[in-house]
């Protein structure tokens, strides 16, 4: 089993900022892409920023020069600075990665539970 366990999310006022964080664990043999996903309701989920193995990194243009995403592989844990918070960033931000299990040859897609990050006005 695999699991992606989040956290970090919360209430904060416009200009704040908030560090989301994402835990890999199990059977874990290697893990591609990371990233940071959110969700409206009633909206289709969105790609925030994602990093590869390499360190490049790809960001949704309106996070941009605002979020910072990192991983620190060691700990097979990606993260979220974000900055400059906004109300229009309210939503459900789910962690994403593509990883390969010990026990299975394919590399699969993983999800987290999904944090809340509210953003007052």
């Known amino acids: 089993q695999v699991q992606l366990v989040e956290s970090g999310g919360g209430l904060v006022q416009a200009g704040g900022s908030l560090r989301l964080s994402c835990a890999a664990s199990?059977?874990?043999?290697?893990?591609?892409?990371m990233g940071w996903y959110r969700q409206i309701p009633g909206k289709q989920r969105e790609l925030v920023a994602v990093?590869?193995?390499?360190?490049?990194?790809n960001y949704a243009d309106s996070v941009k020069g605002r979020f910072t995403i990192s991983r620190d592989n060691a700990k097979n844990t990606v993260y979220l600075q974000m900055n400059s918070l906004i109300p229009e960033d309210t939503a459900v931000y789910y962690c994403h990665a593509d990883i390969r299990r010990i026990d299975v040859l394919v590399i699969q897609n993983y999800w987290g539970q999904g944090t809340q990050v509210t953003v007052s006005s």
């Open positions: 990093i590869r193995n390499s360190g490049s990194t």
């Open positions: 199990g059977m874990i043999f290697r893990i591609g892409d």
